[in-house]
């Protein structure tokens, strides 16, 4: 769009009335721009008074218009290039005359420094072309320089040419008196023949006695020519200065979450521009009256105003078109020097722009509150108002433009647009006082202003609706104002840790990477932004995490097992942290940084602090990327790794001392509770140990994969916070910095990446990267970015074999029954009547089917759950924001498995009182049942067996190896083929008992 309003093809060097065109300064076409008084201009815009003063517009305009419905500034995109109109000129006003030639007079000579008085008389010779032009339409063309007065004659006709005279003998002069008296006669005669008023000549002699004042600070007539010009090509910057915009930000559903806009010093507030032809009529009849009332036939000043700043050095009496010289100059200096270089501007701006232009430009610019810069931002707050009819590109109806809409029938009332125009138009005087607001006081003081503003509008003879407005009119609308009750402004701020995130990362786009060079575009840019966040999920998720650390919910296990407790009052478990991302898009539909954004005095609370984007030790959580490139590499889930205490050189050369403590050369881990856990012991399979998250086997599945091999599968999983971590200790590889340990979760990674890296698994073994934005438009309704779920292009880290190999296990619940005994929240066995129909192995569940994995650090100081159907993925972090320690008893279903089961289920799309009802709690509703097909979520519910996966029973229960004794599934070609030991054990469950092989029943509580 365009931001040049000047209109091409108009000409530039016509003269008029018969006269050679007058040259030099912003005014010498001006009043080539007044039409005569009794036409009407042909091009007016919609809902101009008749009879106004209206340039009119060419026939077909190459930049906005009042009804081409584009945006309505000329100051709103940053980064555009911006072009300075020019000089607008009228069109069909009059016949065009001959043009004649122009009479050039050169510049005057630098004057000798001399007293203010002769200054003044030059500088009056020099301009007096350009003060003649604030004139009306009666004003005939001034004579060119130094030319004696002809009087007045027909339009074309040419100037008389005076005869020469013969010189005189001896010159006759009258007397210096006669002379003076004579002029001043001649002078009067003249302005009574062109009907000049009283209003007309004062106003004239302000202009004088202001433009004096200035010289006589002055050095002299030539600086004061020289500043009106240099002031004056100002005009065109100051019109096409960029007004900060306000940033929306919204949710998939088009829901507003985040308004954004600069609140720094020197912020006006949060701004929305409009355009004029969305401005109803009696707004424009309010704000003309109380504020300028001879704006539609001025020439863009009040002469007395400026008269008055120039002897009181206090302003006031700025016409509507001086107000938008200032708001947009960012000048407020209550000085006469600032009160002329105003009025300068204001009257080149009157003659480059049409008057509804002016006009718009300040209702976009004038602060009507503390925090509202334009009357869109004022209607919202105010009176509730909002944008509608919003098309695919978030272009919206302006919400002033429902000034109108009575709020309790929803229609058309004339009294309440009376009511609300008048109380917004008598607030830019002073809205400080006059912000309703703010508070009672504010309030009186604008209701008073508001009967000025009525009072006045009576007065000029304005119409609502057709008919004059009246005094039961101006009764009924103070009436009506005066039962209205204000609220201040309150920031618009849902999902706030999500919204900080997705502002951070634009902030990073607009700054090529630099987030801090992308923060200004960014808060004054006017863009909407459409997320991937869906509010319904959000709330639930933020209801469902402060619910179950806050509330007594009944404990299953450790201390309080069998009996309710507080996890934050009773565990010193004080904060969650939730991640939602679809399964299949990677798209993020709910994310909770801390149980309470605004809660800031407990540093226990992350507050402002987003724990899901930050770095926290995974414990247990990363496991199965070790067993993932185990199986890629060609393990099975039913190899075979005792359970027993064993000592790893850890990097260390052959022949380093084993042992334990701090002296110990090698790496010697424990299950929980500090030493191997003796349930599964020497049979332990890959599948129970990663179901019960046994240490050692992990460990020992570590040193098969490799740590540089399970890290580069991390990394394809999108999990960046390895190599950060390997730089940062200075290493060359993963296992030259942290060796075997990071397959119990040494190395911190943000529960944002860990969920997102759990997508892979739910997704086939493809790796989606997480994506949080759909759209951005910009302020002129220009699409600059669009997600399209169908062309994001994965990443294939898993064979889709060997993903099912994990997911066979993660989704095992009765595999889990050793470490957690009677449990079921990892599980929808609550909601999926076929998972408790047997104890049956591998993935449970024919409905709804379910992976996961718990996770604790040794130090007790995080506490995760994360799992993922076909459909959406859930990650869920507990502990203390600060690292504190969690109390005894606390183990890995404890903190965040609830959570994890509760919001796992509503975004599967279970009723949300079924839930409540199942697992006993009574978490806050945002919708009956949330459907998952809204967020394109409509694929299986189980996860499906691909071909080349097979499941055999040919397995030794003692090392896996070929045999008999444990079934489980393998790829094809790679089952063994070594005969392993003879199997001593077996049972009716496949040789596993649904624990492994590992016998049943053993009771001890293990830290996932």
């Known amino acids: 769009m365009s931001n040049n309003w000047n209109q091409p093809g108009m000409p530039t060097d016509a003269s008029h009335d018969g006269l050679p065109k007058k040259t030099g300064g912003l005014l010498s076409s001006y009043r080539q721009q007044q039409p005569p008084v009794e036409q009407q201009s042909p091009a007016l815009p919609a809902g101009a008074p008749v009879g106004r003063q209206m340039p009119p517009q060419p026939a077909q305009p190459t930049q906005f218009s009042p009804t081409n419905g584009r945006n309505p500034s000329s100051q709103f995109l940053p980064g555009r290039t911006q072009q300075a109109p020019q000089p607008q000129m009228a069109q069909q006003q009059r016949p065009m005359m001959p043009a004649q030639p122009q009479q050039q007079r050169p510049m005057p000579a630098q004057p000798q420094q001399q007293g203010w008085v002769s200054n003044a008389m030059n500088l009056m010779r020099q301009v007096s072309g350009k003060v003649t032009a604030i004139g009306r339409n009666s004003y005939g063309q001034p004579a060119p320089y ?23 003998a001896t010159p006759w002069k009258r007397s210096l008196s006669t002379r003076v008296a004579y002029k001043m006669r001649r002078r009067r005669d003249r302005w009574q023949n062109q009907q000049f008023g009283i209003g007309k000549i004062l106003g004239i002699a302000a202009i004088i006695f202001a433009v004096i004042a200035v010289i006589a600070s002055a050095t002299g007539g030539a600086f004061s020519y020289n500043y009106y010009q240099q002031e004056s090509t100002q005009v065109a910057s100051i019109a096409n200065k960029s007004s900060a915009q306000t940033t929306r930000i919204y949710d998939r559903n088009g829901q507003l979450i985040n308004e954004r806009y600069d609140q720094g010093e020197g912020s006006s507030g949060r701004s929305t521009p409009i355009s004029y032809k969305d401005l109803p009529e009696v707004l424009k009849d309010a704000q003309t009256s109380i504020e300028d009332r001879t704006f539609w036939d001025n020439a863009g000043i009040d002469p007395q105003g400026i008269l008055r700043a120039a002897f009181s050095h206090n302003g006031g009496g700025s016409t509507i078109t001086q107000q938008v010289i200032k708001n947009l100059s960012h000048n407020a200096d209550a000085t006469y020097t600032r009160k002329l270089a105003e009025a300068t501007l204001a009257l080149g701006m009157t003659q480059q722009y049409p008057k509804w232009k002016i006009l718009e430009m300040y209702f976009n610019s ?85 009967k000025l503003v009525l009072q006045n509008m009576q007065a000029d003879g304005k119409l609502l609706d057709g008919k004059p407005i009246d005094a039961d009119m101006i009764q009924q609308a103070e009436k009506l104002t005066a039962s209205w009750q204000f609220k201040p402004y309150s920031t618009i701020k849902k999902a706030p840790h999500f919204t900080d995130w997705v502002t951070l990362q634009m902030e990073q786009m607009l700054g090529n990477g630099d987030p801090q060079l992308g923060v200004q575009a960014f808060l004054s840019g006017g863009f909407n932004i459409k997320t991937t966040i869906d509010m319904n999920i959000q ?14 919910t009944l404990q299953k296990f450790g201390s309080f097992a069998g009996a309710p407790a507080v996890l934050n009052r009773d565990l010193n478990v004080n904060d969650a942290a939730v991640v939602v991302i679809n399964s299949k898009t990677g798209e993020v539909l709910g994310m909770s940084g801390s149980v309470d954004y605004y809660k800031t005095n407990d540093k226990r609370v992350a507050g402002r602090v987003n724990v899901a984007t930050s770095g926290r030790g995974p414990g247990s959580t990363f496991k199965p990327f070790v067993y993932g490139t185990a199986f890629q590499m060609g393990w099975n889930p039913g190899i075979v790794l005792p359970d027993v205490r064993t000592y790893f050189p850890n990097g260390k050369d052959a022949g380093a001392q084993d042992g334990e403590g701090p002296n110990a050369q090698t790496y010697t881990p424990n299950d929980y509770g500090g030493k191997p856990n003796g349930v599964s012991g020497p049979q332990s399979t890959i599948r129970a140990a990663l179901a019960n998250s046994y240490n050692i086997p992990a460990v020992k ?15 394809l999983m999108g999990i960046t916070s390895l190599d950060k971590a390997i730089k940062a200790n200075k290493c060359a590889s993963g296992m030259d910095c942290f060796h075997l340990t990071p397959v119990l979760g040494t190395v911190d990674v943000s529960p944002l990446e860990m969920t997102s890296a759990y997508q892979t698994f739910a997704n086939g073994g493809v790796h989606v990267p997480y994506q949080n934005i759909l759209d951005v438009w910009d302020s002129y309704g220009n699409h600059l970015f669009h997600l399209d779920p169908t062309k994001v292009k994965g990443t294939r880290v898993f064979s889709s074999q060997v ?19 009677g449990d079921h929240d990892l599980a929808f066995n609550d909601w999926d009547p076929s998972c408790g129909a047997s104890l049956k192995t591998y993935i449970s569940c024919d409905t709804y089917q379910v992976g996961a994995k718990t996770g604790t650090t040794d130090s007790f100081q995080d506490n995760w759950t994360i799992g993922y159907t076909p459909r959406a993925t859930v990650g869920v972090w507990a502990g203390n924001a600060d690292g504190e320690v969690m109390k005894t008893g606390v183990v890995g279903i404890t903190g965040a498995a609830p959570i994890w089961h509760a919001v796992m289920e509503f975004v599967s799309g279970r009723p949300c009182a079924d839930i409540n009802t199942a697992m006993v709690v009574n978490i806050s509703c945002p919708v009956a049942r949330f459907n998952p097909a809204s967020d394109g979520m409509n694929g299986p519910t189980t996860f499906s067996q691909p071909s080349g996966v097979t499941r055999t029973c040919n397995l030794s229960a003692q090392d896996g190896l070929a045999g008999n004794g444990i ?32 016998g049943g029943g053993g009771r001890k509580k293990r830290g996932g």
């Open 803 to 821: 993903n099912y190999l994990l997911t066979s296990v993660l989704a095992d619940e009765p595999s889990r029954q050793p470490e957690f005994p």
């Open 539 to 552: 709330k639930y998720i933020e209801n469902a995490s402060k619910y179950f650390i806050t509330q007594p």
């Open 366 to 450: 004038v602060p009507y509150g503390t925090q509202d810069l334009g009357v869109e931002s004022a209607v919202r707050d105010l009176f509730g108002l909002q944008p509608n009819n919003c098309d695919k590109n978030h272009v919206c109806t302006p919400a002033v433009s429902q000034l109108d809409i009575d709020p309790k029938t929803g229609k058309h009332n004339p009294i309440v647009a009376l009511a609300r125009a008048s109380l917004l138009a008598g607030i830019p005087n002073n809205p400080t006082i006059y912000d309703p607001s703010i508070s009672e006081t504010t309030r009186q003081a604008a209701l008073d202003r508001q």
């Open 146 to 168: 130094m030319e004696r007065y002809h009087g007045s004659r027909p339009q074309a006709m040419p100037v008389p040419v005076e005869q020469p005279r013969l010189e005189e």
């Open 967 to 998: 079934c489980d599934w393998v790829i094809d070609g790679q089952a063994p083929t070594l005969a392993g030991k003879t199997t001593v054990t077996s049972d009716s469950n496949g040789g596993n008992g649904g624990n492994g092989g590992n």
């Open 701 to 715: 599945a570590m040193t098969f994969a490799g740590t540089d091999n399970v890290f580069n599968n991390a990394r």
